[in-house]
């Protein structure tokens, strides 16, 4: 299993793992952006970038990390997530 250094505060779980899919870390988006903010000193923008192109961007096989935007059952059939 990997873990995605440096976001231990954005880590919300695991997957459960089944017959097509590994057992992979799963990371809070949200919180991975607070973590930039904060420690990087980032402004929203910056850290939002920064998180597609190298966070999210960096594949790393099969046991990548995954990362989840939290939502409602409604927000996410509104397209407001």
Do not use: H, W
Not at 48 to 53: N, P
Not at 60 to 71: D, K, L, M, S
């Amino acid at each position: 299993m990997l873990f995605a250094d440096g976001f231990e505060k954005a880590f919300v779980g695991l997957t459960i793992p089944s017959s097509n899919r590994n057992e992979v870390a799963v990371y809070d988006y949200m919180l991975c952006i607070d973590v930039l903010m904060k420690r990087d000193g980032m402004n929203e923008e910056d850290a939002i970038d920064y998180f597609y192109f190298n966070v999210v961007g960096a594949y790393v096989g099969e046991y990548t990390p995954v990362f989840i935007n939290r939502a409602t059952m409604e927000e996410a059939i509104d397209g407001q997530v």
